[in-house]
């Protein structure tokens, strides 16, 4: 890091909620948001947008004629959107820069566009216009009239964080002092889930594991025999500022990135090579056993939990700091899963109080929360680690 940076606001939607105050209600207690949906006859665990949420979501829709062709991962992101620029105060003539990534994009309208396309032969007029990536940032920055730099991509489940670096990367640029990063994801399609399926991490309804345990989805559980990924649907966008503001909910003091050999398409090593470097890097000259708690990336596999803390274990030695996750509790949201991270990081800053994960082994608690690593990782080992400071 150059120099630090301020968050300044942060703001989501998700099954924990359409505030953070909803969110750190919801972490207050063990109950998991996955709900049982039939998809095309598939019946599959997932974690939706509360009901109440939803309809904020209908509304935005129908409030402008423009947005009614324009996919959930959109309408997700410029309604978090708008409550991170009005909490942080920006106007639109700040020209702040934009960066909001996906990892699947307009997963909905494309389903529905080639359904279309494979029975009538010809494409919809806006099928290419509205399922393109760059569709997240320019509609964002078209919502809140801003004139800034539109950035749009997509690094797999990393993609939020990544977006944070690219923030970060323009600010000490010295070409933006501003930026509005995050991701947005609306992954609860059929196609979609039986990709996850087809690759074998998706949670087996039916197994026993599941029947057995109150929590399907088990983050975190090194001992877990099976996969148990779910996914869930989320945006969560959060304001860059230079420098160390007054009233700054956390500040960045230290970024890592690092991307293995691809030894398999979707696999990383059994100790995370990728991790180590990322979150040895975002220490950078603090000592480890100055990081309080870990927000792990975690998706609830056999392996990508493992080796993720195979990974800590290397770098921490015999002072782990605590470790959570929140994807025993809303899924695996690709994109957004790092920046909600970011978000549980900021709340536990804030209320000095650090969340446990219900079934997982007991920890000791830190008695004061200054430092905490988050992590994310995509598909063929792009991980990113950000540390965070009160």
Not at 45 to 70: M, P, Q
Not at 76 to 102: C, M, T
Not at 262 to 270: D, K
Request: aromatic share 8%; net charge positive; proline share 3%.
């Amino acid at each position: 890091m150059q120099h630090p940076i301020s968050i300044t606001a942060i703001a989501s939607v998700s099954p924990l909620g359409k505030s953070t105050t909803d969110a750190w209600d919801n972490y207050q207690n063990n109950r998991h948001c996955f709900t049982e949906k039939n998809y095309e006859g598939n019946k599959t665990l997932v974690a939706e947008l509360c009901s109440n949420t939803k309809a904020e979501i209908k509304a935005l829709k129908g409030s402008d004629s423009k947005y009614k062709n324009l996919d959930d991962s959109v309408l997700f992101a410029i309604y978090a959107s708008r409550e991170a620029i009005k909490i942080a105060d920006w106007k639109a003539s700040d020209n702040f820069g934009i960066n909001i990534g996906s990892s699947r994009g307009a997963t909905s309208l494309f389903e529905k566009y080639h359904k279309d396309f494979l029975k009538q032969g010809k494409s919809k007029t806006l099928s290419s216009p509205t399922t393109t990536l760059g569709n997240i940032s320019s509609w964002v920055a078209h919502d809140l009239l801003t004139q800034g730099p539109e950035i749009s991509h997509s690094i797999t489940c990393s993609t939020g964080l990544h977006a944070m670096l690219n923030g970060i990367a323009w600010i000490n640029s010295g070409m933006c002092n501003k930026f509005l990063v995050g991701g947005s994801e609306a992954p609860l399609t059929p196609f979609t889930i039986a990709q996850m399926q087809a690759l074998k991490v998706y949670v087996k309804h039916q197994t026993e594991l599941v029947l057995a345990s109150h929590y399907p989805c088990q983050s975190f559980n090194l001992k877990k025999i099976q996969n148990t990924m779910i996914l869930g649907e989320a945006a969560s966008v959060a304001c860059l500022e230079q420098g160390e503001i007054k009233n700054a909910l956390a500040i960045i003091k230290g970024i890592g990135y690092a991307t293995e050999i691809l030894e398999h398409n979707i696999s990383i090593s059994t100790e995370a090579t990728c991790f180590q470097k990322s979150m040895a890097m975002a220490m950078g000259n603090i000592n480890p056993d100055e990081i309080d708690a870990i927000v792990m990336h975690a998706p609830g596999t056999v392996k990508g939990d493992l080796s993720e803390y195979n990974a800590i274990k290397k770098v921490f030695c015999n002072k782990i700091p605590f470790l959570t996750t929140n994807k025993w509790k809303v899924g695996h949201t690709f994109a957004t899963s790092g920046m909600l991270s970011i978000e549980l990081a900021i709340l536990m800053l804030q209320h000095q109080k650090t969340i446990e994960v219900p079934f997982a082994e007991k920890q000791e608690h830190p008695k004061q929360i200054k430092n905490i690593l988050v992590n994310a990782v995509g598909f063929g080992g792009n991980a990113v680690s950000i540390l965070l400071s009160k």
